[in-house]
Structures are given as C-alpha cells and as structure tokens.
C-alpha cells in the first residue's frame, strides 16, 4: 500500500534570497531518484509540504511550472520553526517534499478566456507557476488575453524581479507591477495597493477570470472591484491558507465546513465559498 | 455460522489458547473503571461493565505512533531521509467491544479510507482486526445508539457476536472473518434451543430500555450558513474548558497532529491524537487563527458531528451514541442538548 | 445546601434588573446525576435555570479570566480564595464583581458515590436533611453526606467565602481538628524510589486532555508551556517522561496559588488525584512562608514579592 506521508527524497539545488528583508528564499530542489519526479507530476496551483526530518512539515504552494523539468522551485516565507530551519539549510543539503496535494486552478475553464491575474505580496508563488505555464508556447494559444496585477509593500519586498521584468518586456502579457510606496525616484511601474491599480487597470470582465491570490486584506479590497467590474462569483478564484498538517484530507484539522482546504482545495472560486462558513 | 455456548470461564480459557493465533483484547477492571488491554497469563478478564472509559479506537490507531523514523548523525550516509517505523499487523481480536464502538470503527474508516488516499497503518490494522461484540443488555440512561443508526444488539458492524445469558455466552458468527475466529475458539458446546431463544430476546428487550436519544431527522434540509449563524452557539459554549475530554474519549474522532522529534542521534515522526477544542489547533505561522473565540471551536465540534460529515457521506451523523462524552465532559455539555438546538432551529 | 438556589436567583433577577451587573455567572442543573453545568446568565428572566447543590465543585473563577464586563458570581469559600488571587494577579478587577457569597458545607464525591453502589446506573440523586439519597433501576440507597464529601471538602478549614458582597445565609461553622497534611505526610516518608514509582503509577492512565489545566482558574496563560512550540519544551505523545513533566511542572507553577477547590480531579475522565502534586506544595508554603494563597486582597504571595527585612535565612 503506498504510503502517502512518506515524502520522495530530495537535494538543494540552490536557493535565491528574493527580498531585501531576507524573509523570502526561492528553494530549487532536485529529486534523488528520477521516478520520483515523474510521480511528482504537478498542474499550476497545487501545492506540497516540505519535510525535514527533526524538524517538521510545512505545506508551500509550487512556484516551479509543471514546463519546467529537472527541478521544483518553493519560495518559503520564514516565520516559524521549520521556514526557519529551512533558510538556514545550503545547497547539497538533503530533505523531503510529499505531493502534489491539492487541487489546481481551473484550466479547463479558463480556456478559450481572458485570464486576469491579481497577487499580493508573497503569495505570488503559485501564479508565478500559472504565468510561466500559460506563456509556455505549447500553452500559449490555448487563452486569450493574460493581465497581470502585482504588487508588493516596496520594490525591494516583490517576487521575481529577474522574471517580472522579462515578462513586462513581453507583448503577449500585460504586466502592471505596483508597489504600495517607493523611494527610488527611479521607479517606473505603479504605485498604489494593489485594489486601486486593479480597478485603474482591468476594464472588463468580458470572457474572463480572475485568479486572486494574496493577504486577507487585498483580498477583501479586490473582491468588490472585481464584482463591480461584472465577475460572477463563478469567475472569481481564490487560493485559500490553512493549518495543515496531513495535507491529505485525514487528519481533519484544515476543514472549512465539510469540505478540506487541502484536499478540496486550496483552489476555491468565491461561488464555492459562499456556500461554507466563513472560517478562513 | 457458528453458535457456541461457554460459561464464563471456559470462554476465557478458550481465548487464552488462541494466543499464538490471534491477539486478543478484553476489557480489564482498573480501578474504577475498565479498559481493553491484551489478555496475557496473568490478565482477570471482567465482562461486569456498561462500556470502558476509554473506547478501543487506540487498538487500531494508538494515541500516539511513530510514523517515520530518520538518522540525526551528520556522519550518517542516509541522515535526514525518513523511513518506515516497524508495525505490528498481526491479526487480533477484540472481545467484548459494545455495537456502538464497532459502529464507531465503520464511521472512522470512511475518513482514513478513502478513493483518493488511504492511511496505510489504520486500514492494514482494522484489517487484521476481529470485531467480537457484547451486546448490551443494560443500555444505560446515557446511551441513544438506536437515534444514530445502532443498537445494542446490532450486528451490522461486528463479526462475532456475544450474548451475555447470566450464566453462560452464546457466541454467534456474524461475517466470514469472525465465523473463522470462532472456529479457532476451541472450547464450548452447539448452542441448544433454549439458549438461542434466550439470546434472541435480549435484543428487543434492551431496546426497550433505551431512554435516550438524538434528534438529528431535520438537519439534512438545514443551511450549513444558517446553523453557523444561530444564536444559540455563545450560550452552549460558554462552560466549555476546551480540553480534550470529549475527543479523546470519542470512539468516531479522529483528529491528529504530527510531531518531530529528536533524542539524541534519532529524529522520529510522531503522531498524536489532537484536539479541535485547542486554541492552538487552527493557528497559522502568520498568527491568524480562524478559530480564535472559544464558541467557534466548541461550534466547529457540533457541526462536523452532526452537519459537516453526514453532508459529506451521506451516511448518518458522526456518533454512535456510546454516551461517553455526556457522562465524562467535566463542564456537562450534553451532545444530545445541542443537537436538539440545531435540530429544532 | 440547596436551599441556596431561591436566595441566588433572586440575587441573580435583582442585580440583573437594577443593572448592578451585566451577567451573572452561576450553575444550571447538569443532564446527569451529580454534575451541573457552569452558566451565564444576562436575561433577569432566565434566572431561575441557576441551582445550588452539592454537586457544584468546578470553580467559576475559571470563568473570570480577562473579563471586561460587570459580572455577578457565586463564590463559596475556595472560589472566593482564587477571585482574590485573580485581583492580586490582575486578571480581574475586584470593581467588576459582585460577589454572592455562599457559607459552604462541602461538595459531594461522584466517585465515592459510584463506588458505594457498586457502579449500577445512577438515575437520579436528591440531597434532603443532610443525606444523599441515591437512585437507579433497582436501586434505592441513603448515604450520610458527610461520609462522601470531596476530599478537598473533608478537611476544608475556609467553609465561608473571604470575599464577597452578599451572603445567601448564615456563616457556615468551620471545621475543626483537621489534619490537613495526612496524605502528604505519608508520601513525604517514602523513599525516593517508591515516591517515583508512587507518582508513575499515579499517572499512568493520563491522556494528556488537560481538562485539570484548563478547569484550574489558576491556569490562565495564553499559552501554557506544554504548547510552547520554540522552543518546545515538553513532547505533546503521551510518553511517561512528558506527561510526568507536563504534571510537575504545571503543579510548581500553582506553588502557593492552590486553594485545594479539586476542580481538577473533578474534571480528569481518567480519575487522577491531580491534587496530589500541589498539595505537597500548599504544605510547603504554610510551613516556610505561613501563607495560604487568596485570603486577603491585601497581602501578596510568598513568590513574588522580596522585602529586604525578609524573615527566612536563605535568602540571606
């Protein structure tokens, strides 16, 4: 029987400190054993826990796109015992990674549409997995229009910078990267939250989907935005946090009414959410 | 199908020669109560009993386990890689478990066995276990099993059942597994007419003497937001302690944490039995806690019990009315109160 | 004793309409022989759910912790102590209470009462003149109360409560020639391997529920140290060692707090005597610092407080 807390083998490949505040750390792992890889495949949205033995587990959404072969990339926000552990680890050193766990957003729907994407701060990790995926050019002419609203609290606090602005130089992406306030004169992209340059920027919902995936509080800024816009609560999608532990809807400690945040979700559109108790 | 009788002795000698087959589980008096444990040598088995204070769930999932166990030696060539913990999956049985506990193994089983994922140590070692039931003459002023799909004499969950006559049991085979357990019982003589008449009674009788029950026939047409949002939760909620009583004495929870934890060159996964009552239970690294507020946790216990799961399988509520949370909550907070509230809302 | 109940719910209906208080904290009869449940009450019409008997031994003062609102409550001798440690800890503050005081003549002992009937099912028990009368499907028994009372209750020297605003009747007599210390005394000869192996078998049957910490109104910390998490400092398994920690320490950290209410062992499913742990400490703190935690809003515990003409020679 297999055994589903039993995570695949793992090597540091190496790690990226992302932020000036040197909380945010982009882990490039390698699997030891090759079939592992092969049943570690993933679709943008999932996510995995990571486990280092002594330490504990963590649950960290993908920030690798499933076209990226050979490694899978997390970008891990240090703020307790394992994240900690884990940002003092190098390159070499060895740990675990069990998945993929849970569900991923919803590509079939998002098909033939316009694909809007809204992040704040460091949960970006997941769409950059998404961005990367739809730019691939055996996914690109499967969606139309792809706008992206990014922002984080300063320049030196966003994601990806490397990647951000390859993608700005892009035409087949409409990159908006925001930051809440900025003290370099030199700063050339939006300034404001992340709600308002939403609302300055999407000007349709036409054939569209929104993916949101942020801090509670953009979330609950941009979710009127949007529905004032004219996205149903079909449309809108969110990627719900959670105290996880199994992450495979067994030991009963993420639920959101009778349905698992890992299991059911992490993926969730604000149509299924009305539906549960507010518990999140 | 086999049917036995035994007098009281000769039951136990007959169990105890099974010992190189079978592991075999019987409830022991401790003091003021009772407790499956192990029938070894020098073990005083003692069918005296309503129910035992803790339920045999931690025979098939102990309250603490070692999932995975690793090297901590830097030397090591393997440190840090987790391997399996040895387990024990030889077949056992538990003698003398009441309906309601094994119908708490068929409520649980639909949590840890499931299409998409299986927990590999519960299922091999509810496999492996022989379910042999006492049916309960005496349900107590406590017990409501008949409100939530059991009984004191239901067969439906069980291998083996027992029929307590006074002087003697009548042990009748009920599955495949159990009707092979019991050939391996050697001992006892064919159950004459008498004795199976005399046990045939038993069940309507006890029935009968059930005076409790939960209503729960409405809560399937009720909104999962509006029972969130009833009035009620504040006032049910404010004697609760939050500790673990009610879900460790549960026969149908099955909530659990998982721990590391190092002793010298030795780092192990560990997993205990956790508690939606805990403050800690839904704390997030950030520091957000969606479960803050006492009334939420003592909320969330009653909704997945009596809402949550029977939305999600269909299949009745989670309780099989064993009646021990009701006896041993130390604040009184009656399960079968609350769930007149939701039911009546 | 119950008699008290008219005398609270009037107190409870007459606070509650003038607005002397916001709520009013009490017990309502429990769904099971010998317990009742803890309840608030804010409605003056509600008062009459709350009821007095012998069976009251959870301490409210639990319920007092951090409160912001206005809150009358009953106290009896032990509760009233540890309402007057939560003043001196700054949990609660004394212009928040209203105290109905109760004159207390003991809490009976559920478990004692089972055992005496040789645990057939208990249906009902009623308390009249003094006894306790005890009845089942074919069972009918009297018992005299004080041969069942808690043993807290037993040898209980502080019947009336030391604080309070009201008092529902007239003071109880207190008890006298009390040896308070005898169970302590005969583990204090023991030798060390038999006190070790005295408390292992003692908690042998712990779940680690922590239904003792959270019913002690002495355990108020927003987080207790078996949930402290960096560092840990217990295991949270039910290993020996751990659970044995988590009980000593969590005894050291009452260490001249207890008022002995035995709310602890009331609430443990498994029927530990919790109260062996601090008891040893209370004797400690009485014969080293001649001090018996919550008797006045006045004087602070033994310690937390240094004076430099402190008494003890060890200090110095």
Known sequence: MKNPYLPYPVRIDEIITETEDRNLKTFKFVFLNPEDEKNFSYTPGQFAELSIAGKGEIPIGIASSPTEKGFVKFTVNKVGLVSGHLHNMSAGDRMGIRGPLGNWYPWKEMEGKNVVIVGGGFAFTTLRSSIIYMLHPDNRPRFKDITVVYGARNPGMLLYKDELSAWEKRDDINMHITVDGATDPDWKYNTGFVPAITEKKITSADNAIAIVCGPPIMIKFTQPVLQKLGFPPERIILSLEMRMKCGIGICGRCNIGDKYVCKDGPVFSLAQLKELPPEY | MIKKLFTGSDWVDALKKTGDLYKIFVPVREGDFHNFRPLEQGTKPNFDFYNTRLSPKSIVYPQSERMFESLNDPEAPDKGILKEAAKDYAPRAIVGIRPCDAQAFQIVKRNFDNPEYRDPWWVRRFESTILVGLGCNDPCPTCFCSS???????EEYLDVMLYDLGDKFLAKSITEKGEEFLSKVIGGSPADDTALKKAEALGPAAIEKITSTLSSDKLKDKTVTGLFNAPFWDEVAFSCINCGTCTFLCPTCWCFDIQDEVYGKQADRIRNWD????PL?????????????????????????????????????????????????PVNIDIRQVAKLMNEY | MHEYTEKIRDAAKRLLKEGKVDTFIGFKKGSVPMMNEPALITDPDKADLLHWDSNCGLNLCNYLTKRTDRIGIIANGCTSRNIVTHIIENQIKREQLYIVGIPCTGMIDPRAIKRAVKFKEILDVEEKDGRIIVKGNGLEESFEKRAFLQKNCAICLHRNPVIYDEMVGEKAPEQQEIESFKDVKKIEVMGSDDKWGFFTRMISSCIRCYACRNACPLCYCTTCFVDEAQPQWVGKSIDPTDTMTFHILRAFHCAGRCTDCEACERACPMGINVRQFTKKLNKDALELFSWEAGMSEDQRPPMDVYKTDDYNDFIK
């Open chain 2, 148 to 154: 939530v799909g059991g009984g004191p004499f239901h």
């Open chain 2, 275 to 278: 508690t939606c009552m805990s």
């Open chain 2, 281 to 329: 239970f839904t704390l997030e690294g950030s520091g957000h806690n969606p479960r803050e507020n006492k009334f939420q946790r003592v909320r969330q216990r009653f909704m997945h019990k009596l809402k949550y799961y029977p939305d999600k399988y269909n299949n009745g509520v989670q309780c099989s009315g064993c009646g021990r949370c009701v006896r041993y909550c």
